[in-house]
């Protein structure tokens, strides 16, 4: 619990949304970069695709809407 934690506290001291929203463009600048080094990732079906988006969505739901 620690490292989640220490991770925590300081990205609730330190980060504001404009890093946060940097730390996106960074990952989606860095799969950019993994599809042109492996083009086959393209040729997934799509489901695949909303089955991985579902599942990296499934908590910003729940804090949003759910969790009291």
Do not use: C, H, S
């Amino acid at each position: 619990m620690f490292f989640k934690e220490y991770f925590n506290k300081r990205l609730k001291e330190y980060f504001t949304i404009w890093d946060i929203k940097l730390a996106q463009i960074a990952a989606m600048f860095l799969l950019i970069i993994l599809i042109k080094l492996i083009p086959e990732i393209i040729t997934l079906n799509y489901w695949v695709y909303i089955v991985g988006l579902i599942i990296t969505a499934i908590r910003l739901f729940y804090v949003l809407f759910i969790k009291k």
